[in-house]
């Protein structure tokens, strides 16, 4: 049955809209005739048609469809199954019930086309933006399983702990990151508005001044002259360094750049090993066969030195070698990894080893953000605190020196 995307004004005069299917659009006019909606467009397709600037809403443009909002359809569509529901009925029911327009929208295109026979996969295919390849994949070896329902809930678990993962990053950098905004911003105003009208006074008296005092009035000026200036050039900076990352060979120089440094790179590669290890017991455990698996596994790893190790892994894993040797001789993978999928390997409880692989490491990392947010805290107050102490020291050494030559 077709999808129709409408727009209407009801009985009180005020502006509708919705998602509806129907066999034709006076079919849809006379549906929601019955409905009291006097309807002035209809447009056929995906939910996908291109408005024009003027038919943009304010309140939409910040509306999208998070990570969060697809744990929480995949929980729902996995409990309607269970209960017997047939598929197209529970997409029906999860397209009704959506808040968001562009998820009822992806939703709507999602029914219509496994209406029309395509399998799920190839209609989540079709939609990248919020499905990724690892959820398309999954999807289909569980389908193609018959267990699809039990797919779904893995999906969800897997979906909840990267959401958990993630939320716990953002809050522990929370505090640190605003703490040096907020320090950076006052040691700005002093620089440029306070530092000086106290300068003022020592200029006047005509006298050398310290070392310190110079290089305090010195990078005062040059701020408060150019001020102006600094913003743009950050900002033109870190969109330089955005646009230079985004390229293959700036991305590949600065992920293996990120994997050597201290703290921050052995952070980084936690996070990869957990997700690596989580991502393919998942896989694997879904029915998902081993080259598959490792194909999709890279593409969530987030840093192309490790991309780099899994696709040489894969191709000497097709040869006939095991999983545990390729990630041994690259370096990358510590032995305590190495050697549990060797031992996951042999006893042929692969899965099983590589969820407490996941599992360990992502204590590890949030031990790691703990111990990193607690260090990252004290460190700032004393960077700020020996900042605001040279400032004192060069402001109140000309006093003493000037008091000294008048006693």
Request: proline residues 4%; contains cysteine.
């Amino acid at each position: 049955m077709p999808v129709y995307e409408y727009k209407g004004r009801d009985r009180a005069g005020n502006k509708t809209k919705g998602i509806e299917t129907a066999e034709s659009k006076n079919a849809l006019r006379k549906q929601l005739q019955g409905k009291g909606v006097f309807v002035t467009d209809i447009y056929e397709g995906k939910g996908e048609r291109k408005r024009s600037s003027n038919e943009v809403e304010l309140g939409q443009m910040f509306v999208f469809v998070s990570l969060a909002d697809i744990a929480l359809l995949t929980r729902q569509l996995a409990t309607l199954l269970r209960a017997g529901i047939p598929l197209v009925s529970a997409l029906s029911a999860l397209t009704d019930q959506a808040e968001k327009e562009e998820l009822k929208r992806v939703l709507s295109d999602i029914r219509r086309q496994v209406n029309e026979g395509a399998s799920l996969a190839k209609a989540l295919r079709d939609h990248p933006q919020h499905f990724s390849d690892l959820y398309v994949n999954m999807v289909k070896a569980g389908e193609n399983s018959g267990n699809l329902e039990v797919v779904l809930e893995r999906l969800t678990g897997f979906l909840d702990a990267k959401i958990e993962t993630r939320g716990k990053i953002v809050a522990a950098m929370f505090y640190p990151v605003l703490m040096l905004g907020i320090g950076l911003f006052v040691m700005m105003l002093i620089f440029v508005f306070v530092i000086p009208q106290v300068t003022a006074i020592f200029e006047d008296q005509g006298e050398a001044l310290p070392w310190i005092t110079q290089g305090l009035i010195a990078l005062s000026s040059f701020l408060a002259g150019w001020w102006f200036l600094l913003m743009p050039a950050m900002v033109g900076g870190c969109v330089g360094f955005w646009y230079w990352k985004k390229t293959p060979a700036g991305k590949d120089t600065w992920d293996r750049f990120l994997l050597r440094v201290p703290l921050f790179g052995t952070l980084a590669r936690m996070i990869a090993i957990s997700r690596f290890a989580g991502t393919l017991s998942t896989l694997l455990a879904s029915g998902v066969p081993l080259l598959t698996a490792l194909d999709i596994v890279k593409n969530v790893l987030g840093n192309t030195r490790l991309e780099e190790v899994i696709e040489e892994a894969r191709v000497d894993i097709r040869e006939g070698e095991s999983i545990a040797d390729p990630l041994k001789r690259s370096g990358e993978f510590p032995p305590l990894v190495t050697h549990m999928i060797a031992t996951g390997e042999q006893s042929g409880q692969l899965e099983e080893m590589l969820d407490n692989i996941s599992a360990t490491y992502q204590q590890q990392t949030d031990l790691k953000v703990q111990t990193m947010t607690q260090m990252l805290g004290p460190m700032m107050i004393v960077v700020l605190g020996v900042a605001v102490g040279l400032i004192v020291l060069a402001v109140m050494w000309p006093l003493l020196q000037m008091n000294q030559t008048i006693m």
